[in-house]
């Protein structure tokens, strides 16, 4: 039986390492080979529109855009 997970990102780049740690959950669980369903809201639904992923930075962390792709593998972005 496939395991799910349901994840809401409410923040943005104002709080950059709680931004980055909900989409480094979400990709983990899909490479873990959960289906995963990231929410976007508030401030974070900036990051699904095309090309702001990429402008996000945080020194050490994966890329957003990185983590999006992972997540796309076994689930959605809303």
Known sequence: MARSLVLKVT???EDPERLNQGFTVAAAAAASGAE???WLTGNAAWF???GRA???ELEL???LDQ???AVLTSGTIT
């Open 61 to 63: 962390a994966t890329p």
């Open 67 to 69: 983590l999006m792709a």
């Open 48 to 50: 699904g529109v095309p």
């Open 11 to 13: 923040c943005g780049a």
């Open 54 to 56: 990429e402008e996000f």
């Open 36 to 38: 995963v369903s990231l």
